[in-house]
């Protein structure tokens, strides 16, 4: 089941419909729209093996989610910082005005970089910091647990429990087509730190008792999101199928827009320029992949890129640009060669009492990890 992801990768780097866009603060992309993936969960638990998951905060934020929490203390208490960027942003125009943060700090820059650390720290020690700025918007949370809408009969608002609504009729009727949880509110998206990526998701169930659950995800970040939330939805298939007595069988990921940043202003100038260069090595390498068996070809365009390309020590004074570069993580990936899938337990507790320690991970085996930043 890795190498369904590793297909989707080489998919966007080497498709004649493959893209390249110029994303927010200078970064670019190489994008892909439209593509599905279809995985079979009884081969095992599609944990990424040719790189190290923080396995820990995927499984926090799936439990935020499900807590319907929309505030980031959870996270940052549990060291999981990967709603901090869009929080802090989303909440920087209020800390500027009460003199919190100077104003005008650059993002990506150092400056934005040691901003956002300490915007962690001070969520972390303090209740009332937290509660002023520390929610990220109605995001997933709210709108999972707490979907809000204006009955005009009643002349109120009321509040739809969606995820709760969808385990309750799949026990009422497995093989329904009305199991579906959205995300993609359109009254609350203006108001959130980031609209929904991964918008909706639908459950069924066939005859025999066997549950399938696809979700449909409009943006994807190929390197450090699709990963993360290709786990998260399979660990969310499970907790589903406990509560409603049934077995997890499948998870389709259907995608919308999938894509590979390119680092920041010069760096992606360059993937711009030597875009097609770039996809003539890849195929090479693939097609040297299927002929002879062997990844190390991956590796060769690695160097090419790397000989080639900007570099940060060129602009010391100047914003990261390589830890911004998905594509040189990719291509390491693609060299290593997928190990034994793990599997995944978790208690039989109701989905909104689950904790951390209610999911253990066995038989991970795993290469080292490929760390890069995230752009938001």
Known sequence: MVQQYLEHSKEILTSERSNFKRGSKGSGLISLFGYQSIYDLREGFPLLTTKNMAKKSMIHELIWFMAGDTNIKYLEDNNCPIWRGNSFEYNLPKMVKEDIFPEGIEKYSLNWDQAMEEYGQRIKESEEFAERFGDAGPIYGQQWRRWEYFDKDKKEFVKVDQLNNLIKGLKKKPTGKKHIVDSWNPGDTPKMSLP??????????????????????????????????????????????????????????????????????????????NFKELQRRVKQAINVEKTFETKGNYLDVLDWINKNSPKDVDFPDEPTEENYDHVTAILEQLSREPKVLPKLTIAKKPFDKLTIDDFVFEDYNHHPAIRRDMLV
């Open 196 to 273: 929904p990526c991964h918008v909706l998701y639908q459950a069924t169930a066939n005859e025999q008792g066997e549950l399938e659950l696809q979700l449909y995800q409009r943006s994807c970040d190929e390197f450090l999101g699709v990963p993360f939330n290709l786990s998260s939805y399979v660990a969310l298939t499970q907790i589903i199928a406990q509560e409603t007595s049934l077995t997890p069988k499948t998870f389709i990921h259907t995608f919308g827009d999938s894509h590979f940043y390119t680092g920041l202003e010069k760096r992606t100038k360059w993937y711009r320029e």
